[in-house]
């Protein structure tokens, strides 16, 4: 029935949404290190916070809505 295949595209729909993330957090930890010389550990913090409210976001406007 329709279970299996709502199932799938939820993991589907999570999925792009944590690759949405850490693309973002990646592209921040990148912009912040060599463009701005901000220190490596001080930029992976902050980046956890852009991770985050994007992966919030995306699931929750797209993956459980």
Same mark, same amino acid.
């Given at each position: ?18 690759? @949405? ?36 976001? @995306? ?7």
């Amino acid at each position: 029935p329709a279970e299996p295949l709502f199932r799938s595209r939820q993991v589907l729909l999570f999925s792009i949404a944590f690759g @949405m993330a850490y693309l973002a957090q990646f592209l921040f930890l990148v912009v912040l290190v060599e463009a701005l010389n901000c220190d490596e550990y001080l930029a992976q913090f902050l980046g956890l916070f852009i991770y985050g409210g994007v992966n919030f976001i @995306m699931n929750r406007r797209i993956t459980f809505r």
